[in-house]
């Protein structure tokens, strides 16, 4: 019950995110967006070039705009910067006849720059790069990595348990279970099940930012600015713990791996290094 539990939540997030992503590309800027930013970071004033005020009606935009652009127009001015002086009356114009884009020109006038537009959007429509709110791509990043990283890992721990229950080592052990036990529990290390905690957006905001605050907290308030180091029955603990043995198939593992060693020493590969080693 409790496992249904935690996939119906862990569902119920990724479904969240994935919504999240989809609501911020519907909200994503427009290339026009960004070349506004462009000219402002250039210094040119729309309602300057069509020799308005930001109080000019729609009427007064057009009028100006009608007789600046038969003026500059190219098959009547040759001039170069009349050419470029043309284009920058049709992209004002264009701005500052839609309510939308006159507002959001006003309020850029008004307020300058958003600080999470101030290099992204810059270069974004120069270099014809992705039209989004820069914020909007780090989030919609975030979720695919997560989502990808969840679906990743619970394939995984799956593919990794399928394996396990056909070697001869599980079906040996299930056999001698009693008649009310029809499976063993598998704990496969390095192939954990994903769990909440496991999901890349919670470690990022949440996991990761803990670890830091707690290591901050352990070497100003506990070690006093020392760097301390950890013994090495310290550092067994801490693996054992990570790996989750208990202490008993702890110590029977310890065992093995001496054995394993001492065998090893008396091999002719160990004795073969040796003299090559010697060399």
């Not at 995110?17 to 402002?40: H, P």
């Not at 500052?96 to 850029?108: F, G, M």
């Not at 769990?195 to 990761?208: E, P």
């Amino acid at each position: 019950m409790v496992q249904v539990k935690n996939k119906i939540k862990i569902i119920s997030i990724l479904i969240t995110l994935f919504i999240l992503m989809i609501n911020q590309v519907v909200e994503c800027k427009s290339s026009l967006y960004y070349s506004i930013l462009n000219d402002y970071e250039k210094g040119i004033d729309y309602y300057k070039i069509l020799n308005v005020t930001n109080d000019s009606t729609y009427s007064e935009i057009k009028k100006s705009f009608r007789k600046l652009s038969l003026k500059h127009h190219p098959d009547r001015n040759v001039d170069k910067s009349s050419h470029s002086l043309y284009i920058q009356l049709n992209q004002a114009h264009s701005v500052l006849t839609t309510d939308e884009t006159r507002k959001e020109y006003d309020h850029l006038l008004l307020n300058g720059i958003p600080w999470h537009e101030n290099y992204y959007g810059k270069y974004a429509y120069h270099y014809t790069g992705v039209s989004h709110d820069i914020r909007h791509v780090l989030l919609g990043l975030i979720i695919v990595i997560t989502m990808g990283k969840f679906i990743y890992q619970y394939n995984k721990h799956h593919s990794m348990i399928k394996r396990a229950k056909q070697t001869d080592q599980y079906k040996k052990r299930l056999a001698q279970l009693d008649a009310d036990q029809d499976e063993i529990q598998l704990v496969i290390q390095g192939a954990d099940k994903p769990t909440l905690s496991n999901l890349f957006i919670v470690q990022l905001f949440f996991v990761f930012p803990f670890k830091i605050l707690k290591s901050l907290y352990t070497f100003i308030f506990i070690n006093k600015f020392k760097f301390i180091q950890k013994t090495s029955e310290e550092k067994e603990e801490e693996y054992r713990l990570k790996m989750g043995y208990t202490k008993e198939d702890w110590e029977y593992h310890k065992k093995k791996s001496i054995e394993r060693m001492e065998k090893f020493k008396q091999s002719g590969k160990y004795k073969k290094y040796l003299r090559s080693k010697n060399k």
